[in-house]
Nanobody, 116 residues
Framework: QVQLVESGGGLAQPGGSLSLSCKIS????????MGWFRQAPGRAREWVAH???????DYSMPVKGRFAASRGDADLLMTLHMSALKPEDTAVYFC??????????WGQGTQVTVSS
């Protein structure tokens, strides 16, 4: 069974940095159209970064200029480097296919907490 595993989260101070990784096992995504998403407590899941098959990366407005997503190799699907972290970045971060039709079951995500 295809499984996504996100890692690298943790506690960071405001202004700090964290790097997240997304690995896949048991299969692969059907497309190179991928994304990072996050879900804060009490809020709907939202997109953070979109890695298009062309290699173009787009970011949501709240993270633009602070986050950098890239495609990985083999079982490392993608990474997300987060800098200048803010308390409002606190959320569980997920990776998956961009389009719903390309997605596999969501992983557990990785918790990012930004607090002093």
């Amino acid at each position: 069974q295809v499984q996504l595993v996100e890692s690298g989260g943790g506690l960071a101070q405001p202004g700090g940095s964290l790097s997240l990784s997304c690995k896949i096992s048991g299969g692969s995504l059907t497309s190179n159209d991928m994304g990072w998403f996050r879900q804060a407590p009490g809020r709907a899941r939202e997109w953070v970064a979109h890695i298009a098959p062309s290699g173009r990366v787009d970011y949501s407005m709240p993270v633009k200029g602070r986050f950098a997503a890239s495609r990985g190799d083999a079982d490392l699907l993608m990474t997300l480097h987060m800098s200048a972290l803010k308390p409002e970045d606190t959320a569980v971060y997920f990776c998956n296919g961009w389009r719903q039709s390309d997605r596999v079951p969501w992983g557990q995500g990785t918790q990012v907490t930004v607090s002093s």
